[in-house]
């Protein structure tokens, strides 16, 4: 598998983590969204992906875009360790949260936004993310165990920690929202959350290594 991601995106990094924790090694080829007016808009890349985003993922002899779409490709191949549970609701409950942040959350304030944003954009992602955040932690209340839907790690997790990092990049108080920084310290203590952070990938930038 060919794996083409951007250090700092949050979709980007949400596959990382899945197939980390599905032991699938792959080929990373970095995509920099921001050095020479953005290489997502290459001619190369845009036959890749139409919609000039990380992440891509060559796999198995398709090419797949849409974070969510490749994770779900990944679970019904690599069923093990699951990241749907079985029972229905939990199940439904996995993808309502994955949902909500993938779809209610990180887009209003993903980078192409924030461009058309200009000098507001900071207080623009900050407006959008407390939004969401404010909705997101009362939903945890009744689904969270350790993680956001009971004990095991599921497709929510790896969508709740890089919305946790872009929150403390664009200076968000996580104060009143004590469920969703629980779970994210948890995740991040696994060995699968941690090798796909942002601050060790092959194109981090020097000063922001681990």
């Not at 919609?51 to 993922?57: D, I, N, R, S, T």
């Not at 974070?67 to 679970?75: D, G, V």
């Not at 909500?100 to 407006?127: D, R």
């Amino acid at each position: 598998p060919i794996l083409y991601s951007y250090f700092r995106s949050s979709c980007s990094w949400r596959v990382r983590i899945a197939l980390a924790l599905k032991g699938i090694s792959y080929d990373l080829v970095p995509v920099n969204l921001i050095k020479d007016g953005g290489q997502q808009f290459s001619a190369e890349f845009k036959a890749l992906n139409p919609m000039q985003q990380v992440p891509a993922l060559k796999i198995d002899g398709i090419t797949l875009s849409q974070s969510l779409a490749i994770i779900n490709y990944l679970e019904e191949t690599h069923p093990n360790p699951r990241l749907l549970p079985q029972d229905p609701k939990k199940r439904a409950q996995v993808r309502m949260i994955a949902d909500h942040i993938a779809s209610g959350i990180q887009p209003l304030q993903n980078l192409s936004v924030l461009k058309q944003m200009g000098e507001k954009k900071m207080e623009w992602a900050q407006t959008c993310i407390t939004s969401g955040f404010q909705a997101l932690e009362q939903i945890l209340q009744h689904t969270a165990g350790r993680y956001c839907v009971g004990d095991e790690v599921s497709m929510a997790d790896l969508c709740l920690v890089p919305q946790v990092a872009n929150a403390e990049r664009f200076k968000v108080d996580m104060g009143p929202y004590p469920t969703i920084s629980r779970i994210n310290k948890a995740l991040l203590e696994l060995e699968a959350f941690k090798i796909s952070h942002p601050s060790r990938q092959p194109d981090t930038p020097a000063e922001l290594r681990a």
